[in-house]
């Protein structure tokens, strides 16, 4: 379903989700900005993270 589809699904508790998803040109721009902010904070003890960072509570 998923090679010939252009939305993406999720399985999750039990149903199938449909989800999110950006634009080439979207992904260009948030990788530029993503490079760019970690020029400007090179120097700090700040980290950056791209969008696909899953956060599991412990």
């Given amino acids: 379903m ?3 589809n252009p939305e993406r699904h ?3 508790n039990g149903e ?3 989800m999110s998803g950006g634009s080439e040109s979207h992904s260009a721009i948030a990788s530029n ?3 760019y ?3 400007l904070l ?3 003890d700040f980290r950056l993270y791209n969008s696909d960072l899953l956060f599991l509570d412990s």
Wanted: proline residues 0%; hydrophobic residues 40%; aromatic residues 16%.
């Fill in 2 to 4: 998923e090679e010939t």
């Fill in 10 to 12: 999720e399985y999750r």
């Fill in 16 to 18: 199938v989700i449909t």
């Fill in 33 to 35: 900005f993503l490079i």
């Fill in 37 to 39: 902010l970690g020029f």
């Fill in 42 to 44: 090179r120097e700090t």
